[in-house]
């Protein structure tokens, strides 16, 4: 039986879509591991470590934000900008992810986000 569920859960993986249509723009979003200083690709979102950030091109706009460390939450935020697919009030959201932005007045604007299913050319 722990083999079993031990292959099940090497197939169930969390990984997002890089590509994203964000209010009408593409948007891609990578994520890198860094603990170890070697900037490593991680796709599993299950697999990020304390060193990690997610970098976000959109528009003319190129981000890099740090892990969050709010239990429960699978986010990136420099606290000005956050990039969000799992938090406490809306569960996992991989394909609608949370794009947001802390404007100067404090009111916050949100931007939707769509993944983009790539397409395997054979």
Do not use: H
Request: some cysteine; aromatic content about 10%.
């Amino acid at each position: 039986m722990t083999f079993i569920s031990l292959f099940l859960s090497l197939l169930i993986t969390l990984n997002p879509s890089s590509i994203f249509s964000c209010d009408g723009d593409k948007l891609t979003a990578v994520i890198r591991n860094n603990l170890n200083g070697d900037f490593a690709l991680t796709n599993d979102l299950e697999n990020i470590d304390k060193g990690a950030f997610v970098v976000l091109n959109w528009r003319d706009i190129n981000l890099m934000l740090p892990v969050s460390f709010k239990v429960g939450d699978i986010s990136f935020t420099d606290k000005k900008w956050l990039w969000s697919y799992q938090d406490e009030k809306n569960g996992l959201r991989m394909d609608k992810p949370r794009f947001a932005k802390l404007l100067s007045d404090g009111e916050i604007q949100e931007y939707t986000c769509d993944a983009v299913k790539e397409e395997r050319v054979s």
